[in-house]
């Protein structure tokens, strides 16, 4: 190497080509961390995480509370509507997750942390039991929504939980791949 050879800014002062994407530092291969930038010094890399996954505590208790109450008003019209069997679960199951799913995207200003992605769930999951919870509720009263003559027969039956793990998984896929 020549006399005027990049120095690595680590304690080994290890001679090198390569320059961080953010600040252009030299830095040695095995300091540096590859990045969808380019490579990156490891001060660049650790405190700098991008603004997508910043989420604030009251955000994200907005974003849960909407996007409960969107996944219980999706659950109960799905247990509402339990008798229609294994189209329900494909079509309902793709709609309470993505719909669910985008709500929390639009409230949360498109954020998408391990945070959210969480929450998420939770909120589509607590959506489908308080759903069939409320058609439980409105069992007793004439109503316009049929109801089973078992109040609990949507939380018995296998493709209820088929529909809340379907739910479940479309929304946080929804979550991690906008």
Request: hydrophobic letters at 45%.
């Amino acid at each position: 190497m020549s006399e005027f050879a990049l120095r690595c800014q680590c304690r080994k002062h290890a001679p090198t080509n390569l320059r961080c994407s953010r600040c252009n530092i030299p830095v040695c291969p095995s300091c540096s961390t590859y990045h969808t930038i380019g490579n990156l010094c490891k001060n660049c890399f650790k405190g700098n995480r991008d603004s997508n996954y910043k989420i604030s505590t009251q955000s994200y208790v907005i974003t849960f509370v909407a996007m409960l109450a969107a996944s219980s008003l999706i659950g109960w019209v799905l247990a509402a509507n339990a008798h229609f069997g294994f189209m329900l679960i494909i079509w309902g199951g793709l709609l309470h997750g993505m719909g669910v799913a985008e709500v929390g995207l639009r409230v949360s200003s498109r954020k998408r942390g391990e945070i959210v992605q969480a929450a998420t769930g939770v909120a589509i999951g607590l959506g489908a039991f308080i759903g069939v919870w409320l058609v439980t509720m409105n069992s007793n009263s004439d109503s316009f929504i049929p109801v089973a003559a078992d109040p609990y027969a949507a939380l018995k039956n296998p493709l209820f939980w088929v529909r809340a793990a379907f739910s479940v998984v479309v929304g946080v896929g929804r979550i991690r791949t906008i």
